[in-house]
């Protein structure tokens, strides 16, 4: 898995080195450093190197990394360790970028990485940070903006630093506009097929149920995604759609979906979708059950279950480089008027009064913060039928083993 995508806790010296077998370059969100200075001279350099990425696409910064020479140029091509008390230096690094940065880049993650024979790497993981642009504070005649290019670090002008704040004030209202429209057109799909199938509709309901899991980026590539390339349709033949296999893979001007359904059961009954505009949409549709006299119901613990493995796969879609954060969590359920919402755990059951329930988009900077944005998704949707929150967690935020549906 590379680099910039494995959580920075479970990084090892072994990814290092498997960087160097493969031939990794550094390019705009990989930076090779030989030496971490903290030094009152090489300080500005760690400034600058963090404060570029965060304003342009984020990335990850390795201390510690030969680069060679000549047609090796910005190839890894051996490590070099280095004396490192590590507890002292994440701590100065946080002081340096907290004091010394304007406004705050906000979940940066660094840590030291043991070598084996005493000596440490350092890792310095930043996001794209949504309130760019960042200045650097310390007091130097060089330039306080920068931006990473394609391999360096480069000055921003005035026109960039505009373009910049731009972009980073409209970012999450443009990713909540994507998310509302692609719940527009869901929902219209949604009541076709229900039409289709002829089936029955609650007094009081909107039209048939869906669950809709939506995952847009903050800064998505400029004319957003290519998906022309044949590795990323074949990749699609593999994705699955919440819990199913699918069956069918389709393109279209939406994006590339892979589904499950057919047009004799009324069309797909979910997908996932790499949406041209960017990003992932997760749909499974008639999730309730009806007990034959009117009642209907819904799984909490499906729900969940269904959710953690769509950013599990996520995840993995963003490892090869087809998902980039920090990006938009959406979840949202549709046609839940007078569903109850059960469990099998302690929570028993209640009726929502709710046509929809809509929560409110949640920032994912990284994906070490997946389980915490998923815990928080799942403690509103049970609050919004009444309860407390969901009941598959312990106090201290564990979630409880399940088991599978």
Known sequence: MPIRTVPITELKVEHARNMIERRVREDRTLDYKEVLDVSDSGKLDLLQ??????????GTIL?????????????????????????RIELTVTNLLRDSVDERI?????????????????????????????????????????????VSNDPMNAQQIREVAMRSETAYDRAREVIAQRVGAIREYAENRANILSTAKPEGSAGADFI??????????????????????????NVSAFRWTTNNVRIGLDGLAA???SFVEGGAHAW????????????????????????????????????????????????????????????????VSGVMLVSGRRAGQKTSSLGEVPIEPMLLSGWDEAPAVARTLFHVMWQAWGFARSPWYNDDGTRIPAPQR
């Open 49 to 58: 190197d963090v404060t570029a990425m965060a304003n342009a696409s984020g």
């Open 63 to 87: 201390y510690g990394a030969v680069e060679g020479e000549g047609e090796d140029r910005g190839l890894i091509v051996d490590l070099r360790g280095m004396p490192l008390q590590p507890d």
């Open 106 to 150: 906000l979940n940066v993650q660094h840590r030291a990485i043991p070598t084996g024979d005493g000596t440490y790497l350092y890792v310095i993981r930043v996001p794209a940070s949504p309130r760019a642009p960042h200045m650097i504070t310390m007091k130097s005649h060089r330039p306080r903006f920068y931006m990473r290019g394609t």
């Open 212 to 237: 809709a899991l939506h995952l847009i980026p903050l800064f998505p590539p400029i004319g957003g995604m290519d998906l022309s390339p044949r590795a990323i349709q074949q990749r699609w033949n």
């Open 259 to 261: 589904e499950y359904g």
């Open 272 to 335: 996932t979708m790499l949406l041209r505009q960017s990003g992932i949409e997760c749909v499974q549709i008639d999730n309730t059950e009806s007990d034959g006299q009117g009642n209907r119901s819904l799984s909490g613990l499906g729900v969940e279950i269904d959710v953690l493995h769509a950013l599990d796969e996520a995840q993995q879609l963003a490892a090869e480089d087809l998902l980039t954060t920090p990006l938009v969590v959406s979840l949202r359920l549709h046609g």
